[in-house]
């Protein structure tokens, strides 16, 4: 069995040659030994108790008389090689974290899209997604005009009771309102991807793309079918899915590949604020 460089406690830092420890004695074992004569001769012969009794007595005088008056020692040579090795004390001084520093207690996300990237992504998933409700107008109705009258039906209630045919007709005051709430709603819906965005762990613009769509589809399917039941009727639902993931795929690209701001969470106050004073800001040790 090896032998370790270092034996004992930290804390034992004595200098001594030797080490006081109590000192050996059998009267521990002729009490034991005596003890079982004494039970023995329970099961045998009396006179076996007798010898264990006197046994016993001679034991506890010779053990007492090792602890009391004085307790009895020995001293064991300490070898160099195996003494304690002492304990070195480091004065370090503690340097603590700021608020946002080194990812310190910051709230996330860390960083940000800027609202302008979220901006242009929407009006780009705007255009994508007016692209394909167009088309789907012209194939299924044979009319493009048939989305942007759904569409306008979300600001002119009216919209919803119109007829399929009424639909299909192009109405100048009719497209002005849809035109203006597609851009509207792509801006909003584009500025939310552009904060929601960053806390997706990983590859944000498809899951964003696919999630908060569905998200969104299945919050519009009750609210339509609330506010305005005869709309409802006229939408087709899966290719509604279809335009939003093309808003939720194209928007969230665009959005991902704008440059990321930092937060300022990790700035102080006066920084935060913008206010100028002598002893706002520490001054930065030379290099």
């Given at each position: 069995?090896?032998?370790?460089?270092?034996?004992?406690?930290?804390?034992?830092?004595?200098?001594?040659?030797?080490?006081?420890?109590?000192?050996p004695t059998f009267w521990p074992m002729i009490f034991a030994f005596g003890v079982t004569l004494l039970l023995a001769?329970?099961?045998?012969?009396?006179?076996?108790?007798?010898?264990?009794?006197?046994?016993?007595?001679?034991?506890?005088?010779?053990?007492?008389?090792?602890?009391?008056?004085?307790?009895?020692?020995?001293?064991?040579?300490?070898?160099?090689?195996?003494?304690?090795?002492?304990?070195?004390?480091?004065?370090?001084?503690?340097?603590?974290?700021?608020?946002?520093?080194?990812?310190?207690?910051?709230?996330?996300?860390?960083?940000?899209?800027?609202?302008?990237?979220?901006?242009?992504?929407?009006?780009?998933?705007?255009?994508?997604?007016?692209?394909?409700?167009?088309?789907?107008?012209l194939v299924r109705e044979h009319s493009i005009w048939y989305p942007i009258n759904l569409l306008a039906g979300v600001?002119?209630?009216?919209?919803?009771?119109?007829?399929?045919?009424?639909?299909?007709?192009?109405?100048?005051?009719?497209?002005?309102?849809?035109?203006?709430?597609?851009?509207?709603?792509?801006?909003?819906?584009?500025?939310?991807?552009?904060?929601?965005?960053?806390?997706?762990?990983?590859?944000?613009?498809?899951?964003?793309?696919?999630?908060?769509?569905?998200?969104?589809?299945?919050?519009?399917?009750?609210?339509?079918?609330?506010?305005?039941?005869?709309?409802?009727?006229?939408?087709?639902?899966?290719?509604?899915?279809?335009?939003?993931?093309?808003?939720?795929?194209?928007?969230?690209?665009?959005?991902?590949?704008?440059?990321?701001?930092?937060?300022?969470?990790?700035?102080?106050?006066?920084?935060?604020?913008?206010?100028?004073?002598?002893?706002?800001?520490?001054?930065?040790?030379?290099?």
């Amino acid at each position: 069995m090896s032998v370790e460089e270092h034996h004992g406690e930290p804390g034992e830092r004595t200098q001594e040659t030797h080490v006081q420890l109590p000192a050996p004695t059998f009267w521990p074992m002729i009490f034991a030994f005596g003890v079982t004569l004494l039970l023995a001769g329970l099961v045998t012969f009396w006179a076996v108790s007798l010898i264990g009794f006197i046994i016993v007595l001679r034991a506890v005088w010779g053990w007492w008389h090792t602890v009391i008056p004085h307790e009895e020692h020995e001293y064991v040579a300490i070898e160099p090689e195996h003494r304690p090795a002492p304990i070195l004390v480091e004065y370090r001084s503690v340097v603590r974290l700021t608020v946002g520093e080194e990812g310190h207690r910051a709230h996330l996300p860390v960083e940000v899209h800027p609202y302008t990237a979220g901006a242009v992504g929407g009006l780009v998933g705007g255009a994508a997604m007016a692209i394909l409700a167009c088309l789907y107008g012209l194939v299924r109705e044979h009319s493009i005009w048939y989305p942007i009258n759904l569409l306008a039906g979300v600001i002119l209630p009216g919209m919803g009771n119109a007829t399929a045919e009424q639909l299909r007709q192009f109405n100048a005051g009719v497209f002005g309102a849809a035109l203006i709430g597609h851009i509207c709603i792509s801006i909003l819906v584009g500025i939310v991807y552009a904060a929601i965005m960053p806390m997706f762990p990983k590859y944000a613009a498809l899951w964003a793309g696919i999630l908060v769509p569905l998200f969104w589809t299945g919050l519009t399917y009750p609210l339509i079918g609330i506010l305005n039941p005869a709309m409802g009727e006229h939408i087709s639902w899966p290719w509604f899915v279809v335009c939003q993931l093309a808003f939720g795929l194209c928007g969230g690209y665009v959005i991902a590949r704008s440059t990321n701001i930092r937060t300022f969470q990790s700035k102080a106050f006066v920084e935060r604020a913008g206010l100028e004073f002598p002893g706002s800001h520490p001054e930065k040790e030379p290099q």
